[in-house]
């Protein structure tokens, strides 16, 4: 469920985070589309296709934040998870994922910064039954490639 009151203070806090990075904008323009993870703007309304660079951490925390506030499907154990890994050093980016089922929270995190990161996470975090969290490593490759001739 939208709520005004939340999506004026999203707005808010998007505009304080472009003012802080690039300085005063000069115009704001909303369009009826979405920006996708990868970057590009996609047009509802059969208008110029706008193309975005959008820093990932910053998106998948925005996204984390609207899940969390506008649609309410988060937890407070996911956003502890999230809050813990966000103050972080090496960490790239943090949002839930799989609300309603209590989920778990994605991490992308430098692999030089993986050892700091588990310990503080571990130390600061158990799940209600008093467990340290499960944490799951796995590495990024280069993408769809062929393997084998």
């Known amino acids: 469920m939208y709520q005004k009151a939340k999506v004026k ?24 589309g ?9 047009d509802y309304n059969d ?14 925390y925005a996204s984390h934040e609207g ?8 937890c407070t154990e996911l956003d502890t998870l999230v809050e813990l890994a966000n103050n972080t050093d090496g960490l790239l980016g943090v949002r839930m994922m ?21 310990k503080i ?8 039954a008093g467990q340290p969290p ?3 490593k796995c590495n990024i490759e280069e993408g769809t490639h062929t393997i084998f001739p």
């Not at 920006?35 to 996609?42: C, P």
């Not at 996470?121 to 799940?127: A, G, M, P, Q, R």
Request: glycine share 10%; proline share 3%; charged share 25%.
């Open 9 to 32: 203070k999203m707005i808010k806090n998007i505009e304080q985070i472009f003012e802080e990075r690039f300085g005063k904008a000069q115009i704001r323009v909303m369009s009826p």
């Open 34 to 42: 979405r920006i996708n993870l990868i970057g590009e703007h996609t």
């Open 47 to 60: 208008g110029f296709v706008l193309p975005a660079t959008i820093n990932l951490g910053k998106l998948m």
């Open 67 to 74: 899940l969390r506030d506008l649609f309410e499907v988060s």
């Open 98 to 118: 799989g609300g309603d089922f209590g989920g778990c929270t994605i991490n992308i995190v430098k692999k030089n910064a993986m050892a700091q990161f588990e």
């Open 121 to 128: 996470i571990c130390e600061n975090y158990k799940t209600p």
């Open 134 to 136: 499960r944490i799951i």
